[in-house]
């Protein structure tokens, strides 16, 4: 089994800043890619940025040159840093890990609320 714990959430003022952690344990393969998804309120989980155990990142366009993804491998850990925080950043921000082991796994955390005041 796999259990992914965040922390890091919380209220800011827009233009702050907020940087998320997320541990990783359980048997998980050494290849994997650990990313964060936000969800406001609605049906739809995006992808905000993922990053390989080899280090090669991905972020989507809003946050581009803004938030920085990073990971610790020896630790299983994932990191999202924020910075110029919209109130758009506003969501519930989940943390993710997936792996081919037979088939492919993925696992979420619990979530954690962002919320960004103008």
């Known amino acids: 089994q796999v259990q992914l714990v965040e922390s890091g959430g919380g209220q800011v003022q827009a233009g702050g800043s907020l940087k998320l952690s997320c541990a990783a344990s359980?048997?998980?393969?050494?290849?994997?890619?650990m990313g964060w998804y936000r969800q406001d309120p609605g049906p739809q989980r995006e992808l905000v940025a993922d990053?390989?155990?080899?280090?090669?990142?991905n972020y989507a366009d809003s946050v581009k040159g803004r938030f920085t993804i990073s990971r610790d491998n020896a630790k299983n850990t994932v990191y999202l840093q924020m910075v110029s925080l919209k109130p758009e950043d506003t969501a519930v921000y989940y943390c993710?890990?997936?792996?081919?082991?037979?088939?492919?796994?993925?696992?979420w955390g619990q979530g954690t609320q962002v919320t960004v005041s103008s």
């Open positions: 990053i390989t155990s080899g280090g090669s990142t």
């Open positions: 993710n890990v997936r792996f081919l082991g037979g088939a492919w796994r993925s696992y």
């Open positions: 359980g048997s998980i393969f050494s290849r994997n890619v």
